[in-house]
């Protein structure tokens, strides 16, 4: 039985508000309290995720980061620096940007 995406927002709300808190009332940097709000906000936004999509088929633009792959992804940025296709992306942005202005 798929959750009412509505619910899943709400517990993904509450999750983050959770994590705040324990963020802001930390007892040292290895507090169980903020990891384990900190996985409560992933599985959340996972039930979210599915529920938005069973119900209308979209999700969300984020993505959740895996701190098991953070040290590659950290690996993959550091080369794109190098990629000129990059900069010009870039340049690219940043010419859109100066048009609104």
């Not at 993505?63 to 296709?85: A, M, N, R, T, V």
């Amino acid at each position: 039985m798929t959750m009412d995406p509505r619910v899943a927002l709400n517990a993904l709300t509450n999750a983050l508000e959770e994590h705040l808190s324990a963020s802001m009332n930390r007892r040292g940097d290895e507090d169980p309290a903020v990891e384990s709000a900190f996985y409560n906000i992933s599985d959340a936004f996972e039930a979210y995720e599915d529920a938005l999509f069973a119900a209308s088929g979209e999700v969300t633009p984020l993505d959740l980061y895996d701190e098991e792959d953070g040290e590659d992804d950290l690996d993959e940025d550091e080369d794109s620096e190098d990629d000129p296709d990059l900069d010009s992306e870039e340049e690219i942005y940043e010419d859109e940007e100066e048009e609104q202005r």
